[in-house]
């Protein structure tokens, strides 16, 4: 059976220059309304983990989570999955530092602004925000990651810088580990606790 990761497979196939024909016919059999347009998979992993934590079978509503490989496909994918290409419709977050191209590649595939949702610097930056610097570390420290949160901090380039900082540093020096602790922050969030672009992105959807 269908699913949509074998959706989210096409698109990308399409995104790369291949035929639309696959996604459009996937986008029909699944019940595709919404298209989630994310940066990668680190935010696919925290949408997934918050929308499992709330109940929620986007999946089955109707939704798929695309990861677009970069803010600046942004123009691409709109354009193959909303009002020009297979007319879906768009909703996602990006980071403030990429917002320009959000905005010109929304505005050139004459798609809505009103479901993104903006992190001050990223999606991990808010996460560590919203737990603490001191929860993110007990999280690390359950995760076996001590010693290679503790060899950071001993480099010299993240001496004196912000624990936040080191953090969301930390987040990133391993392949898949944004992946991984995309999804771990997320369910360690408490209900209250969850950063406003997430929250009001799952709501709008």
Not at 84 to 101: I, K, N, Q, S, T
Not at 174 to 185: A, P, Q, V
Not at 188 to 199: N, T
């Amino acid at each position: 059976m269908a699913d949509m990761q074998a959706f989210r497979d096409a698109v990308r196939d399409w995104a790369k220059g291949g035929p639309g024909g696959p996604a459009s016919d996937l986008a029909g059999r699944l019940g595709v309304r919404t298209a989630v347009l994310l940066e990668g998979p680190s935010d696919l992993a925290a949408v997934e983990a918050l929308a499992a934590r709330r109940g929620r079978d986007l999946a089955t509503e109707g939704v798929c989570v695309v990861p677009m490989g970069g803010a600046m496909s942004i123009g691409r994918y709109a354009g193959l999955l909303g009002p020009p290409g297979l007319g879906l419709r768009l909703a996602g977050l990006c980071d403030v530092g990429e917002r320009r191209f959000y905005d010109r590649g929304l505005k050139r595939a004459r798609a809505p602004h009103r479901d993104f949702f903006v992190c001050v610097r990223d999606l991990e930056d808010e996460l560590i925000r919203a737990l603490g610097t001191a929860r993110v570390e007990e999280i690390v420290q359950a995760e076996g990651d001590l010693r290679a949160w503790q060899t950071l901090l001993h480099q010299p380039a993240h001496h004196g810088r912000p624990r936040q900082e080191q953090l969301r540093r930390f987040l990133g020096t391993k392949k898949g580990r944004k992946i991984r602790y995309g999804r771990l922050l997320v369910e360690a969030l408490g209900p209250e606790q969850v950063p406003p672009p997430l929250d009001n992105l799952l709501r709008c959807l």
